[in-house]
């Protein structure tokens, strides 16, 4: 078995390609642009084997694409590779919208020109839109995202499926929930509130802080991505969720207890443009397919990512600087100002 993953450099993607590493004796081809986002660190204990290999490229680039399917000729392909955060997509929605939307655009031309057995989509639970409570979204839900982000995805799912009904091209589609654990860049809710309470920084509560997430360990994302990878049925959608649902006040007073920092560090800044107030989802048709289940609970999740962040202080250090310190002050600086 020789798999191609997207965006393998990443937070997801680099956990599912160690996930592989560790559990498979599969070939692995890591296709990835290394933006901002992307950090070979995170795959630094796998880098010699012989089963791995890694390659610098652009999904949009059709000429490297085609030739990299052509001289791979991988049997399946996991597809991670997208701009990830919403609110970088607020700031700026033209990369988004290339990668998410022409990216996956080109390596689905190129897949339906191979003999590819699988083609497995990655996406979120974002596109379902926002839900009144008690509302869980299944895979039949309409779509109705709100942000550059998940209209792109949207949009991307949407290519996918038609590929599979228009020219069988052997596509299946995961809707996650959010995710969390080792690894993730700091720019996300979680990782954020941790690294910021570490330096006893402030906490930026976006509105409220009332909005709700379904939380998901990274690994239980990867396990459920490899059951529909074996085991899901073609031209099918599949949602994996944490089936943990909390206002994000309540995620970052857990951030805080455990960090052992006080309250006061919480900065209520202003909201996010077109913020979701709640995101659910049912995971009923993974679990009954392929008796998947998510295993980390939350408590033992978010304990074991800030120990995780505690012990791996140069990772946050090297990725926090550069690029980062631009993107803060460009997404906070005027937030925090505007409230104070
Ligand atoms: P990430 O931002 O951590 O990583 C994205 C990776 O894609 C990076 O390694 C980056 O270098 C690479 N990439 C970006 N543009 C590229 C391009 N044009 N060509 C090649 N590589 C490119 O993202 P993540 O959080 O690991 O998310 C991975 C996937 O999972 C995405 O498709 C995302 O939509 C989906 N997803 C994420 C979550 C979440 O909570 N993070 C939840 C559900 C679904
Ligand atoms: O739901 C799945 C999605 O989860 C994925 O598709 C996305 O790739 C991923 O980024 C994530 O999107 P969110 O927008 O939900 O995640 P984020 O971590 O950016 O924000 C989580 C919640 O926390 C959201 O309600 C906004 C809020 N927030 C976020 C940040 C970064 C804050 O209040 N303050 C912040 O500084």
Not at 136 to 163: H, I, Q, V, W
């Amino acid at each position: 078995m020789k798999i191609l993953v997207t965006g393998g450099a990443g937070f997801i993607g680099s956990a599912f390609v160690r996930m592989l590493a560790r559990e498979t004796d599969w070939h692995i081809v890591n296709f990835d642009a290394l933006t901002y986002a992307g950090n070979l660190e995170n795959l630094a204990g796998i880098a010699e084997s012989d089963r791995y290999r890694f390659v610098r490229g652009d999904i949009c680039d059709q000429e490297l694409v085609t030739s990299l399917f052509a001289s791979e000729r991988p049997d399946a392909i996991v597809h991670f590779a997208a701009e990830s955060h919403v609110d970088r997509s607020i700031l700026s929605p033209e990369p988004v919208v290339r990668t998410n939307v022409n990216g996956t655009f080109t390596l689905l031309e190129a897949a339906r020109r191979s003999a590819i057995a699988r083609f497995v989509h990655v996406s979120t639970d974002e596109v379902y839109g926002s839900l009144e409570s008690p509302l869980e979204a299944t895979e039949e839900f309409p779509l109705n995202p709100s942000s550059p982000y998940s209209a792109a995805k949207a949009g991307s799912d949407l290519l996918a499926r038609s590929y599979f009904i228009t020219f069988k091209l052997p596509v299946l589609i995961t809707r996650a929930s959010n995710n969390y654990g080792p690894y993730q860049f700091p720019e996300k809710l979680i990782p954020l509130m941790i690294a910021n309470a570490i330096d006893h920084k402030p906490l930026p509560v976006y509105g409220d802080g009332m909005q709700v997430r379904d939380w998901l360990y990274v690994d239980d994302h990867c396990r459920g991505i490899r059951s529909v990878l074996e085991h899901g049925r073609e031209g099918q959608i599949y949602n994996i969720g944490g089936n943990r649902s909390l206002p994000n006040l309540e995620v970052v007073r857990r951030i805080l207890e455990l960090t052992g920092r006080g309250r006061d560090l919480i900065s209520y800044v202003t909201d996010r443009p077109g913020h979701d107030r709640r995101y659910a989802l049912s995971s009923e048709k993974l679990m009954n397919e392929t008796g998947w289940r998510p295993e980390v609970d939350f408590e033992t999740g978010l304990a074991r990512t800030i120990e995780w962040y505690r012990s791996n202080a140069s990772w946050v250090d090297r990725v926090r600087s550069g690029e980062y310190r631009t993107y803060y002050e460009l997404n906070y600086g005027a937030r925090a100002e505007a409230m104070s």
